[in-house]
């Protein structure tokens, strides 16, 4: 039984370290691992969609509750790496039967006792190991204990370094193209003579993508931290990037060179944007899924054909452009509204309703109740 104990510490403490050493220090590639991490964010996962469809109704509680999700979830991250050490080091200390001075022969939870004042480093001295092994396994414990301390304290500013980097660009679009950005806001803003501006948006968001793509990766449980507006989010940027770029390779007239151009930075941001949801979808394994509402029917493709006709950019042949954009959306709407529907961010939609105002242009000083 003893050294039943002692194999099972030493391979809880191992796959610990592996998993909290990959999920901080080292890359990822695009897999469901096994491990803490892994099986903690799934059961999160599926927490936070149970909490999202309980309080579907009143949209302030939830916002409330989902956007605390976020930082909860990565506080539970840590308490179960560090109290998962403890567990196996007081296995191996119990495992060896290590005499401690309140007496030989202690039960495991005394053993749990000291594990956990060691490996926090108390320093409380109550219960200490009385032989060489055990003291060498409590120092070795000691050292695991200030190591996790100092990548904590690694883990945490890195991370909210990459949701600030993440949000300072989806703000920067409120002004560029509407709350919630819209793809047909966007253009309308960008008519032909600011079509380089256009093209180094793209670019920027293109970056931006790789970013994303790279933080989430390293650590999807940023998917679950809300943006600091309600109407802005990263998915509703994502979504507002592919149908731009959906819009601009459709109807740009390839025969003119800087519409060319133009078209080119779309297909390049419009594959990054694509791949960081399906790699998310894939690590957060959310499938894709059925649109229930057509974001762009005939009457809407209708009225954003009107409204990009006003830019003298656009080239639309109302019908046939219609039928290319509705095949090129299948290959990404299923993605967002999977995610869309997992994570309760809601899709913007390709075109603002008429006198729709931008979060900049709204305050809390206008609310009456604010009073």
Known sequence: MGALAVIAGIVVIILVLWDSLETVILPRTVARRIGVSSFLNGFLKQFYVFVGRRVSGKKAARERLLGAFGPISLLILIVVWAWSLIV????IQWGLDTPLSVGPHQPLGVHLYASAVTFFTLGYGDVTATNSLGRIVDVFEAGIGFGFLALVIGYIPVLYGSFSSREATILLLDARAGSPPTAGELLSRYDAPGIDALEELLADMEKWCANLLESYLSYPVLALYRSQHERMSWLSALTMIMDACT???????????????????????????????IDLAYVLDIPPQDTKVDRLPPAEWQRLVEKLRCTDLFVCNVDADYEKVRQ???DYEPYLTGVSETLFLALPPWLPQDGELDSWEVTAWDAEKHF
């Open 88 to 91: 196996g080091l007081s296995l």
């Open 247 to 277: 819009l601009l390779r459709v109807t740009c007239d390839r025969t003119k060179p800087e519409q060319s151009r133009l078209v080119r930075q779309a297909e390049l941001s419009y594959a990054l944007a694509r791949h960081v949801v």
């Open 328 to 330: 090129l959306r299948r």
